[in-house]
């Protein structure tokens, strides 16, 4: 049974399971009852962070626009334009094993495509979450539904996988941002 997390909560992730070696990362949503003409486009991504909290290159953000990491580490399975259907909207698949040294800690973010244009937010988005499987088994480890209410937020930092010692842990973190995707890669050190 998953283990279910609240905002703030850490949990070790590797220690308990020290077979784990490839997990899937999936996120979830939907949208409240909103009629504005357009689609409402979520997108996940990851940042791969070094010990300073940015990235080492920009190559170390995953997103639509780079669906894998040149480690074969991350891998981002596409963008989901519109969210609709039941389960993960988005998905991405890590490997612990490749994971370079020089990261730290990866960190997973949900933003609004085109939010200002569309005049959308995180306060139109009901049943967010996060929860990480065992890519192998298909077993559910961690769980963390956002249950915060953001109002003007355009971008959330849902979570972060992070190293600790020679294993993992899960930060379930909930923060919302405004300025959206560029608001997230000038925090992180991608060049925009």
Known sequence: MAINLFKG????????NPNLTKILVGLGWDVKKYDGGYDFDLDASAF???PNGRVTSDADFIFYHNLKHSSGAVEHTGDNLTGAG???DEVIRVDLTRIPQDISR???TVTIYDADTRRQNFGQVSNAYIHIKDDVSGKELIRYDLAE???????VTVGELYRSGSDWKFNAIGTGTKGGLKALCVNFGVNV
Do not use: P, R
């Open 9 to 16: 909560q850490k949990v070790e992730l590797t220690k308990g």
């Open 48 to 50: 791969l962070l070094g």
């Open 86 to 88: 039941d389960g993960d």
């Open 106 to 108: 990866i960190t997973f």
């Open 149 to 155: 209410d953001f109002s003007v937020e355009t971008a």
